[in-house]
């Protein structure tokens, strides 16, 4: 592997890798999140965010991948803080779940759904950079949890289904780019240093990892490419730069309108210099302000 600059994930899920002759990469990246090396990507479908005219969000990049094994992934790149965020993975989830079927079929031919979620803001919890989470069903009284290869639950198997009842439940997985520390344990952590570092480390071996040096290199790319691509990239910086501008913005905000309680509360200027850290100028023009 070389140090050349590899284009972004979210770039490469929304312009190139829903191109079949790119699945494999899908598919090397899946297989090392899963730790299960015999899956294949069937296909990857757009979502309503994948959108290629003037209201095209650059914060956000979501695919539906259907694997060999019937499992719906979804895989959302995210990458401006969103308060909700975490309603709105499970609302993508159970909306999957729920469009699997139709009307009057039998529950057993729910699919199975993965939610991952690729996340380049500090999403407020935790101090690891990946977080996994599934349904599971513990005796209240007894603590013991049910075990999904038990022979009593293999019985509640329908017939005809992938999945016994306790494997069905969706799982999901979050990746806090931003946490983590570029050290290479596992599998994953080959992928994910791409994804924070925009290169491929040096001596990577997870399957199919090598394909994305060999085609994603933005040295590789067309001149159209490369200006689409970085036309992209400064997009990106203005939303982060408005959001951050946001915050700024509502932090003297609130500064201020202590400035203005604390005046008209009688406070002196050398207490609410205390408690806002503003200099005398600024009070005294808070103050009159509140004079006119």
């Known amino acids: ?13 929304k312009h190139l890798l829903r191109n079949k002759s790119n699945y494999d990469i899908v598919e090397g990246f899946l297989c090392a999140l899963l730790n299960d090396n015999d899956l294949t990507v069937l296909n990857i479908s757009e979502s309503e965010s994948n959108q290629e005219d003037n209201n095209d969000k650059f914060n956000r990049v979501d695919v539906l991948v259907k694997d060999s094994k019937g499992r719906n992934v979804i895989i959302e790149i995210q990458n401006t803080k969103e308060t909700d965020y975490l309603f709105r993975v499970l609302y993508g989830a159970s909306k999957n779940i729920t469009e699997s079927i139709d009307i009057g079929d039998a529950y057993r ?10 996340l380049y803001f500090n999403l407020g919890i935790g101090d690891d950079y990946l977080y996994y989470g599934k349904t599971e069903f513990v005796g209240v009284n007894t603590n013991e949890k049910i075990d999904k290869n038990s022979p009593k639950v293999q019985k509640l198997i329908p017939k005809g289904s992938r999945y016994n ?7 999901y997985y979050l990746i806090q780019v931003e946490k983590y520390q570029n050290i290479v344990e596992k599998a994953i952590d080959e992928w ?7 290169q491929i480390k040096q001596g ?3 399957k199919n990892i090598e394909k994305v040096a060999e085609r994603l290199e933005v040295l590789k790319m067309s001149e159209k490419e490369r200006k689409q ?11 982060r730069d408005m959001v951050e501008t946001s915050k700024e ?13 604390s005046i008209l509360a009688g406070l002196s200027n050398d207490i609410i210099q205390t408690i806002t850290g503003l200099t005398f100028e600024q009070i005294d023009k808070i103050r009159e302000e509140l004079t006119v």
């Open 1 to 13: 592997m070389n140090s050349q600059k590899i284009v972004r994930f979210d770039w490469a899920m």
């Open 109 to 118: 031919n729910i699919s199975k759904v993965i939610s991952v979620s690729i």
């Open 165 to 171: 009842s306790l494997e069905i439940y969706p799982e």
């Open 192 to 198: 994910i240093f791409w994804f924070k570092n925009e």
């Open 204 to 206: 990577s071996k997870s």
């Open 229 to 239: 691509y970085e036309k992209y990239l400064g997009r990106l910086a203005s939303e």
């Open 249 to 261: 913005d509502g932090v003297k905000e609130g500064i201020k309108q202590v400035a203005k309680n």
